[in-house]
């Protein structure tokens, strides 16, 4: 039995860590995990130019604790208005990563999102054209679509679309949750690839809706049927280079989640990595977990892996109920739980 793993450092290729003292709360469990994150730009107001880009920058770098070495890569929240000139110069800066399609109000601070992802053609042929990276939230809107079935319609009236159109542009599909995402994902060209969250390799949506309403389970997309967890433990697990870490870690507050109409997001940054590790042993694919978490990504990206190395080990770790956070509560995600994995120190 391997009882430790010495890998890359990984990086989380998909987070949000808000602003404020939410953010400042945050950050350190991120940078004490990962070397980078991708962090996305639905703050309000939105991230939406180069400028407010390295601002929230600065404010990170402010929070991240003395001694580690941790780099916000910065992603700009596209709207029907997106300024390409901007997009383009921010990324040849260094400042944008990559550029985040939210179609309007699909989750959490997205009103601000394209309205219709035909209207910034014109943007993705100048990311194509440049080599900028596009994250898609990939959900349809329409309230005449279950929302259980969102994700699934989102490739047929717009992935297929857009990979057709822009075929070099590369498409990160994010925190993907349907077994039609991974076959979609694992079928087009290396150009696509896709996230996968810890809480969709764990949970289905029994998690959410039995035995009494579950809000520490609720995200959006929201977790599917078994069927669905069972295609993403196989497609992460896989080896395949096209899939790769994103936390989608999305804090709100206890009090926000504990309410009639509670937000959804979880918060998995403190125990990310004891979380996947969890899936991998559980799947037998512990070999296989250094790829997913620390070499994919930064292929795909285009980035140098990280040099430093990080242990492991094969030990029970109590994730607390509950941790303090910006003067109140936050639940993690396996609050309350145990988990078999820890990072050494
Ligand atoms: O559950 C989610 N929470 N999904 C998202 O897409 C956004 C995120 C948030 O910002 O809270
Ligand atoms: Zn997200």
């Known amino acids: 039995m391997t009882d430790r793993l010495i890998i890359r450092r990984p990086d989380d290729w998909h987070l949000h860590f808000r602003d404020g003292d939410v953010m400042r709360g945050v950050v350190p469990y991120t940078s004490r995990q990962f070397a980078r994150a991708i962090v996305m730009p639905n703050l309000t107001p939105p991230v939406t130019t180069a400028a407010l880009a390295a601002d929230y920058r600065d404010r990170i770098l402010a929070a991240v604790p ?6 916000p890569l ?13 997009l383009a110069r921010g990324a040849a800066e260094g400042v944008f990563t990559a550029a985040k399609l939210y179609p309007a109000n699909a ?11 035909e209207k910034i053609y014109p943007v993705l042929a100048r990311m194509e054209a440049e080599g900028i990276v596009l994250c898609v939230h990939g959900e349809v809107t329409d309230g005449d679509i279950d929302v259980f079935d969102r994700e699934a319609e989102f490739i047929e009236r717009h992935m297929r679309a857009i990979v057709s159109n822009f075929p070099k542009l590369k498409v990160v599909f994010e925190h993907i949750t349907t077994a039609d995402a991974a076959e979609f994902v694992a079928e087009c060209g290396e150009a696509v690839a896709a996230t996968i969250t810890p809480q969709h390799l764990h949970i ?30 196989k497609a992460a697990t896989s080896g395949s280079s096209k899939f790769f870490l994103g936390t989608d870690s999305a804090p709100h507050l206890r009090s926000a989640k504990e309410t009639s109409c ?52 094969r030990v029970e770790v109590a994730v607390p109920a509950t941790l303090p956070l910006a003067g109140e509560e936050i ?12 990072i050494a120190d």
């Open 66 to 71: 003395d001694g580690i070495d941790f780099s």
């Open 74 to 86: 910065m992603t700009c929240y596209l709207t029907d208005t997106t300024d390409a000139d901007d």
């Open 107 to 117: 989750t959490t601070n997205s009103a601000h999102g394209v309205s219709d992802v």
């Open 204 to 233: 289905n949506r029994n998690a959410m809706l039995v035995g009494g309403i579950q809000p520490h389970n609720y995200c959006l997309p929201v977790a599917k049927r078994e069927t669905h967890r069972l295609a993403l433990r």
């Open 262 to 313: 509670g937000c959804a997001g979880i918060f998995n940054a403190p125990f990310a990595l004891e979380s996947y590790l969890t899936v991998f042993d559980e799947e037998d694919a512990l070999d296989r977990f250094e790829a997913f978490a620390s070499l994919n990504g930064p292929a795909f990206y285009g980035l140098p892996v990280n040099e430093e190395m990080i242990t492991l080990e």
């Open 331 to 342: 639940v993690p995600w396996h609050g309350g739980q145990k988990l078999g994995w820890r």
